[in-house]
């Protein structure tokens, strides 16, 4: 647009850029600084120790059962949500009676914050007076109430069926806009050659969702890899380690065992996988507009 | 049987798992929250109770300080929205309205830092935060969120301005009007809608931040709600489950309500408005 091309424009983005980049771009620095410094507790740093603390990271048990419960935790979360939000956007994509209410219904949990959905179940999976205790009792599923959250593997379990459970609005959300851009006509086309439903879905929705299928992959992965609350308010990484992922075990050092360097070490190489993981999204957008500006609909 | 009515039932029945254990927490939140006390930890444990306390939730607002962790969450959630917005509008508009150099990279920018998580740099966030000498400090709240919600609120503003046609702004400068004019008079009306919704949103993700207000704020007379809730269940030997379940009733139920009204405009302003 003619003449305001230039300097106005930056002078308008210069502001909001200058806090991001502080917010953000301080504590990256600083990270880096202190992860290659002796801390002591209070945070003093205490001179350049070289990779000592990433040495120190690689030598320590629980930052690997960390690290294999996190691998665990994010495929299984963006796999399970995955196989279900796929088939629930289709249904939410056809005409029935109850749609609406149906959506909304599906929605909810991501209208709800984590802390508090963590802070809800952990009452209801109460060993002793939990209400789902008492729905599968009365159910007569089981006699005795179960301590759903006593046992690692248990309780890590059941706090990956409830990251499912809040991830699935999210992906279902992102299926619906890619639902509903696919082309109408190669489904009728298909009819006439009388392909099934099972033919359709493999041969004519799944192609043609790949890229919606591939973003919310990505963008899911980056989520539950960085997600606190759900472990955090439920076993807060235990009983004894048992639940840990890194960024619980992350907070642990930090906060409570005082453990700066190694930390911001561990910081460090998360900072680094969520970067990998964000390069990868920012392709997956810049390639879909590409490919839509060359469609001419951009 | 008529087809549609046929292919509804199939699809309810197919939901209905899911539906459940979607509304099962709800139903245990609501359940607990008007429950007695001493009805709280009953064996065996079950789903009924003898009266509704509706007193629960008068008491958990005395006991709990919620009227204060309330305030906080406001405070917080309404000034870095603000801050946000103040910052994002000129660079959404910028973004939707001209050509600059480096404009590539500035989206590039902004979609990772979108993507930025704030746990991942909670501990250096607290470190500047100490230098900046702002630990227990509400305002430390804003200023971050503020920061991490900015990518978000420029991205959706910005989808949403490339809406408004700019022939009005054009046909403004022909009759004589300044840049500015045209945009106070002209543009910034008809972006209200988007702002607004943008706005709400920004909220939403201040209201329900937990990593950094848990980090940041150190004493519980400046605790936000999910902070406060959360310090209720943490670490006690006894847990007053009925005021912790109230106090989430308070805190969820009108948020969750204007989210689900608004929901699907988050879509088209997210990321994924790129890809289609």
Redesign the interface.
Known sequence: MKSLNGFKPLAMIVPGLLLAMFIIGYPVLDLANTSLQEVSRFGQLRGFTGLDNFAEVFADPLFWDSLERTVIWTVTVVLGTLAISLPIAIILNDDFYGRGLARVIIMLPWAISLTMTAVVWRWALNGRAGLLNATLMDMGLMAEPIEWLAEAQLAFTVEILIGILVSIPFTTTIFLGGLSSLPQDSYEASMVDGATRWDQFRHITLPLMKPFINIAIVLNVIYVFNSLPIIWVMTEGGPANGTDILVTYLYKLAFRFGQLGKASAISLIMFGVLLLFTIIYVALVTRGEKDSAAKGDA | MQP??K??LI??A??SP??V?????????F??AVRPRDE????????GFSEFRWGNFAEMWVKTNFGEALFNSLYVSVLSTALALV??I??A???S??????KGA?R??L???Q???P??????????M?ALGMVNNLNSLV??Y???N??FT?WMLQSYFSTIP?DLEEAAWIDGAS?FTSLVRIFLPLAVPAMAVTAIFSFING?????LAL?MIRSSDDFTL?VQ??SQ??GRYQVE?HH??AG?VL??VP???V??WL?KY??RGM??G???
Request: hydrophobic share 65%; net charge positive.
């Open positions: 549609k009515l292919k509804s699809y309810w197919m939901l899911l539906v254990v979607i509304l099962f927490p709800f139903a245990v939140m359940v607990t709280l930890f009953v064996y065996p444990p079950r789903w910052l994002s000129p660079a508009y910028a973004l309205r001209y050509r600059f150099p480096g500035y590039t920018f979609l990772m830092t993507m930025m998580s746990i991942v740099l909670v501990l250096g966030l607290f470190r500047l100490v200023l971050t503020a920061a991490f900015m990518a420029i700019r840049h209201w329900n931040e937990f990593v980090t999910p809730i959360y269940v943490a489950w912790v379940m989430t805190a969820t948020v969750a309500i989210f689900s929901q988050l879509i990321a994924l790129a890809v289609k």
